[in-house]
């Protein structure tokens, strides 16, 4: 069973629900708008990794993520700082994303759009049952 690293200080990601950028496009093909015209679309809110990781968890094994696969930050940096030094973009960008926070400014695209809002918590839901599927 694959185990997924997890840094230990807060981590925030900002994730977004098909139904979220199948809106976003709609809104583009029905209405005008200006050209060079910038938006971020994402879910409502960012999410913490750790939230994530443990409702996925309790949704697949019935329990919060074990604490065992927890890591310090050194750990995050120097795999980093190695995958830099033996130049692998794929490593770098690895761990990168599951070790610095990533969030978007999504209040102007939820105002124009009129999009509905939509929260990865519980959103998410889908692709798990998706999954336990297969």
Same mark, same amino acid.
């Given at each position: 069973m694959n185990r997924f690293p997890l840094i230990d200080k807060r981590v925030w990601i900002? !994730?977004?629900?098909?139904?979220? *950028?199948?809106a976003a496009f709609t809104w583009l093909l029905k209405n005008e708008f200006s050209p060079g015209l910038s938006l971020n679309v994402a879910? #409502?809110?960012p999410v913490q990794l750790s939230e994530l990781v443990n409702?996925?968890?309790?949704?697949?094994h019935g329990a919060n993520?074990?604490? !065992?696969? #927890?890591?310090? #930050? #050194?750990?995050f940096r120097m795999g980093e700082w190695l995958a830099k030094k033996v130049k692998n973009e794929l490593w770098v960008s690895r761990f990168q994303l599951i070790s610095r926070s990533w969030f978007y400014q999504v209040d102007p695209t939820y105002e124009?759009?009129?999009l509905p809002e939509t929260f990865?918590?519980?959103?998410?839901? *889908?692709?798990i049952a998706?999954?336990?599927?297969?």
């Open positions: 900002h !994730l977004c629900h098909i139904d979220t *950028i199948t879910d #409502r809110d409702f996925i968890s309790r949704q697949v993520y074990r604490g !065992l696969f #927890r890591f310090d #930050r #050194r750990f124009l759009m009129r990865t918590i519980p959103g998410i839901q *889908i692709v998706e999954f336990l599927e297969k």
